[in-house]
């Protein structure tokens, strides 16, 4: 009996503790499902030049590719196209700055 109990308080210390971390690890995301704000310990290599297929539609807009932070490396995000949620609606890219955490990634957002 008391192994059984032992075995399900192990069982469920592990179940929160995942619960937990994936939680808290839970990054809001921009559009595209790009995470909006990301450290990395170093500054994002220069941008690459990508040429943009044809729009799909005429309220297609493209949004550049740029460098994301996986958690060890920089890994190219290529760019794609968004649909403007309302016809005078502007795209904000997103961009990295630097702050005393290091490098942080603003995703882009619409603004009116």
């Known amino acids: ?3 059984r109990f032992a ?3 192990v069982t469920t210390a592990a179940a929160v503790s995942v619960a937990l971390v994936f939680g808290c ?6 559009p595209g499902g790009r995470p909006l704000a990301v450290a990395a310990p170093y ?3 220069p941008e690459r030049a990508e040429i ?3 729009a799909p539609t005429p309220n297609s807009l493209w949004q550049c590719g740029h460098w994301a932070w996986d958690g060890t490396k920089y890994v190219w995000a290529h760019g794609s196209y968004l649909q403007r949620p309302t ?3 502007n795209w904000m890219p997103g961009y990295w700055e ?12 619409w603004e009116s």
């Open 1 to 3: 009996m008391q192994q």
């Open 7 to 9: 075995r399900i308080i």
């Open 25 to 30: 690890s839970t990054a809001a995301t921009d």
């Open 43 to 45: 500054a994002p290599p």
């Open 52 to 54: 943009p297929p044809p």
């Open 87 to 89: 016809p005078t609606a």
């Open 98 to 109: 630097q702050d005393p955490a290091g490098w942080i990634w603003t995703g882009g957002h």
